[in-house]
């Protein structure tokens, strides 16, 4: 006898449905997978054996073949287990087969047959919309990430039990409370820090604003202590909300990476992965739903903490994301692509000793600081906008208190926002960081003494072109946070003091 259940695989963030095909017929006892099922869904053997001896079945002591189809793309992942467990359990005549028509499964089974929530579901859930089945049956432990779909009906099992009793018209298993959910998971919501508690630095400050207003990539530099990782940290709170479209993006990328989704997020990504991490890590893997920080990070901020640490090899496979917007990974048989939209906050100490240019406080010799500024060079600060370098704070600096809170400095980062937009819309961006030559030459008009401290600066050897592109984006931001419609000379001189040195490629090329 034949049955057939409805399920999805996930491959990176793209969705599949799958016709699980059962065949139960008489014979010597076989369980056979077939149709490029991977390594994790042909051990669903064992696993689906067990699972329905142990919810008091019976495991069809015959030829069993089980079909995914259609066979032309690999199937990955435990997430097919339910529906090949219920498929069976029809085949063999235990269960109506009609129940299983118009419904999908997600989920992994135990040996006990209890139902574990696999990654994806919200990208799954999309899916069981699109494809107009009328149900999706899932873990409680992941119902809300499938409930952000708007007119989907999605019912909690959590077990194979509650899932037949589903499948023949019974009542589902109560969704678990968001509390006993976070506890399972051990999971909270971090609150967001707030600008106001950082004391001094307003030159910083004023570039972390300048950079959420402008979508600029930011590098802070200065002694240890002075305040670089607590700044940073602060971003999330004065970058505008993400929209429910950015936000159920955002939502399936995290979803996908099996991270815990509770709710639509407005609050925009921040990841600030350790630097002993891969590249691999980095922009991603072809490993199911392995997605990398990158695309964790799209639209919000990617933060790296102690830059020179990171190794040369894991910093280089950043250019593709950072210039296309997007990372695809192709290994064998698999290939995905994540969008990656993120701004690149980073910090660093001046010198292997952390006190270059604290007075003669610094320990390093030549050779060190040569070093370190070698590894600091390179294709990734090519692509940073904003350059501070931050100091120990005297005293009286100390006490100059702090700038401005998150919230007045969000107000004004939205406001610049806004004005970039509508001058921006006939380019098709939104950003002054995404403005490109024509872009610029059309609303970066300097007047004569403009163009001269240009000129100076790049006499100098401080600007390379590259960098005075990115000069007049950063001016053109400065001008947005103050409402003015055009560059003025003291944007330029103000967007100069926040690139004080220019990248050692920079300086070859210059
Ligand atoms: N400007 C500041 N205002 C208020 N507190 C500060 C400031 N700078 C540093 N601190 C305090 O010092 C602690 C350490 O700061 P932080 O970790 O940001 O320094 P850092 O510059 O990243 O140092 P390192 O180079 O060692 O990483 C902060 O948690 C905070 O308590
Ligand atoms: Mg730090």
């Not at 998971?185 to 630095?201: F, I, M, T």
Request: glycine residues 10%; aromatic residues 2%; hydrophobic residues 40%.
């Amino acid at each position: 006898m034949l049955a057939r259940a409805h399920a999805f695989t996930i491959d990176g963030l793209r969705t599949r449905h799958v016709n699980v095909e059962v065949d139960v017929r008489p014979g010597l006892p076989a369980f056979a997978i077939v149709g490029l099922a991977d390594t994790a869904v042909r051990e669903a053997r064992e696993r689906i054996h067990a699972a329905i001896r142990n919810s008091g079945y019976e495991f069809p002591n015959r030829r069993i073949t089980a079909n995914l189809a259609p066979g032309g793309f690999p199937k990955a992942g435990p997430g097919l287990d339910l529906a090949l467990a219920c498929a069976v359990l029809a085949a063999s005549g235990q269960i109506p087969a009609v129940g299983l028509e118009d419904t999908a499964l997600f989920g992994e089974l135990g040996l006990d047959g209890s139902i574990t929530a696999s990654q994806g579901t919200l990208a799954v859930a999309g899916a069981t919309r699109r494809a107009a089945l009328d149900k999706l049956i899932l873990a409680g432990t992941r119902v809300h990430e499938a409930q952000l779909i708007p007119g989907l009906h999605v019912a909690v099992a959590e077990s194979l039990t509650s899932a037949v009793r589903v499948l023949s018209g019974g009542e589902p298993d109560p969704t678990p409370s968001r509390a006993s959910r976070l506890r399972a998971r051990g999971c909270e919501r971090p609150s967001l820090l707030d600008l106001s508690e950082v004391s001094g630095q307003h030159n910083a400050v004023r570039a972390l604003v300048i950079s959420a207003a402008g979508g600029h990539n930011c590098l802070f530099s200065g002694p240890p202590g002075t305040g670089k990782t607590m700044l940073a940290q602060r971003m999330p709170s004065i970058l505008p909300p993400l929209s429910r479209n950015e936000a159920l993006e955002v939502a399936q990328l995290h979803s996908a990476a099996g991270e815990p989704i509770e709710a639509l997020s407005s609050v925009r990504p921040f990841r600030a992965p350790h630097h002993s991490i891969t590249a691999a890590g980095l922009i991603g893997g072809a490993q199911r739903g392995w997605v990398g920080e990158a695309a964790l990070a799209h639209r919000g901020v990617l933060f790296l903490d102690e830059l020179s640490e990171f190794a040369r090899p894991t910093l280089e496979a950043l250019r593709q994301p950072l210039e296309d917007g997007r990372v695809s990974i192709v290994r064998a048989r698999h290939s995905a692509v994540y969008p990656t939209r993120f701004m690149l906050l980073a910090a660093t100490n001046p010198c292997p000793c952390g006190h270059a240019g604290d007075g003669d406080r610094c320990s390093c010799s030549e050779a060190e600081l040569a070093r370190h500024r070698r590894r600091l060079s390179g294709p990734l600060l090519d692509r940073l906008d904003l350059l501070v370098d931050l100091h120990r704070e005297t005293t009286s600096e100390g006490r100059l208190g702090s700038l401005e809170s998150s919230e007045q400095a969000r107000r004004r980062a939205l406001d610049a926002r806004e004005r970039q937009r509508s001058r921006l819309r006939a380019h098709g961006i939104g950003l002054n960081a995404e403005m490109d030559a024509g872009a610029l030459r059309e609303h970066v008009r300097l007047d004569g003494r403009g163009e001269a401290m240009v000129s100076a600066a790049r006499r100098r050897g401080l600007l390379s072109a590259r960098g005075e592109s990115r000069l007049l984006r950063v001016a053109r931001t400065i001008a947005d946070l103050d409402g003015v419609d055009r560059v003025r000379t003291r944007d330029i001189g103000a967007a100069l003091a926040l690139r004080p040195y220019a990248t050692d490629t920079e300086r070859s090329v210059a």
